[in-house]
């Protein structure tokens, strides 16, 4: 069954702290992105990679900072965390090519305190 | 702008009770809208993919059509297992593999 997994279910951290969150995929996809999900506002952009080593910003990605060095791979950095970050992340993967849908991990609950 | 509007943004059925969630959308182009159902506290999970205009997906209780300008997913004899939110997204050219999403309808199914 293919998967992208995300490493943390739940996280609590401090204003200011670095925070890094994980997400592997096993489905040899190209394109991978992170998302926040909060209430009423839907799930936005935060940034998306379509290669090893490649980034693009998504719609909201002041605060954030993301590193891909192998395909598998994709990491989302909170760089001071702070409590607006306090949100539902969630990553998702997909092929190249017209059309294929994300395939989502199961999400990454971060409190920021 | 590109938008997607779900409707309505919450909605309660008595199980049995048929109904219908509502999808719009102003984009140019599209080239793939998608439905997924999120449970509580988990990543949304894929449902159905329509490509174009008159096409029509069904699995179990559940059945998708799209026109040119929206979506339905069609709730037949819902069950209370079928309570999630359900997101739409559709796919934009020129984006580079960006979906956009509408903020979903929570379905509640009362026993």
């Known amino acids: 069954d293919v998967k992208v997994t995300q490493s943390s279910r739940y996280l609590v951290k401090r204003t200011g702290e670095k925070v890094f969150l994980e997400c592997v995929q096993d489905?040899?996809?190209?394109?991978m992105f992170w998302y926040r999900q909060d209430p009423g506002l839907g799930l936005r952009l935060i940034y998306f990679s379509y290669d090893v080593k490649m980034k693009e910003k998504g719609d909201i990605p002041e605060g954030y900072s993301v590193s891909r060095e192998k395909k598998e791979r994709f990491s989302l950095i909170l760089e001071s965390a702070s409590t607006n970050q306090t949100s539902m992340y969630l990553c998702?993967?997909?092929?190249?090519?017209?059309?294929?849908?994300?395939?989502f991990g199961s999400g990454t609950r971060l409190t920021v305190v | 702008e590109d938008q997607v509007t779900q409707s309505p943004e919450a909605l309660r059925l008595q199980e049995g009770e048929s109904s219908s969630l509502n999808c719009s959308y102003t984009v140019s182009g599209l080239r793939g809208l998608f439905w997924y159902r999120q449970d509580p506290g988990k990543g949304p999970e894929f449902l159905f993919t329509l490509y174009s205009a008159g096409e029509e997906k069904e699995k179990e209780r559940l059945k998708a059509t799209l026109t040119k300008k929206e979506s339905f997913l069609h709730i037949t004899a819902p069950k209370p297992e079928d309570s999630a939110t359900y997101l739409c997204a559709v796919l934009v050219p020129n984006t580079g593999n960006q979906f956009y999403f509408g903020t979903g309808t929570s379905l509640t199914v009362i026993p």
């Open positions: 998702a993967s997909r092929p190249t090519g017209n059309p294929y849908g994300y395939t």
């Open positions: 489905m040899d996809h190209e394109n």
